[in-house]
């Protein structure tokens, strides 16, 4: 059984920063790819950023320099930095990986964590 978790979620001012982290557990070999999405009430799921298995990234062009993804193998965890952020970033942000599990892929979803970005 394999699950993530993510935190790091919470309110804050615009032009401040918070850093989500996403969590791998359970009999995962290793993280192919990682994926940051974001959602708001009553609006379809966005995609945000990813990271490859050779650790490539990739950005909505929403986020494109303010937000860095960035992993951590050793402890199968993803994290998304967000710097400059602005009230439009709020939503529910969510990983979604493809993870390693022995000689098979399985594509997992976290339960999200709310991003509030209020003065």
């Known amino acids: 059984q394999v699950q993530l978790a993510e935190s790091g979620g919470g309110l804050v001012q615009p032009g401040g920063s918070l850093r989500l982290s996403c969590a791998g557990s359970g009999s995962i070999t290793s993280i192919v790819t990682m994926d940051w999405y974001r959602q708001t009430p009553g609006k379809q799921r966005d995609w945000v950023a990813g990271?490859?298995?050779?650790?490539?990234?990739n950005y909505a062009d929403s986020v494109k320099g303010r937000f860095t993804i960035s992993r951590n193998n050793a402890k199968n965890t993803v994290y998304l930095q967000m710097n400059s952020l602005k009230p439009e970033d709020t939503a529910v942000y969510y990983c979604?990986?493809?993870?390693?599990?022995?000689?098979?892929?399985?594509?997992?979803w976290g339960q999200g964590t709310q991003v509030t970005v209020s003065s």
């Open positions: 990271i490859t298995s050779d650790g490539h990234t």
């Open positions: 979604n990986a493809a993870l390693r599990v022995g000689i098979v892929n399985v594509n997992s």
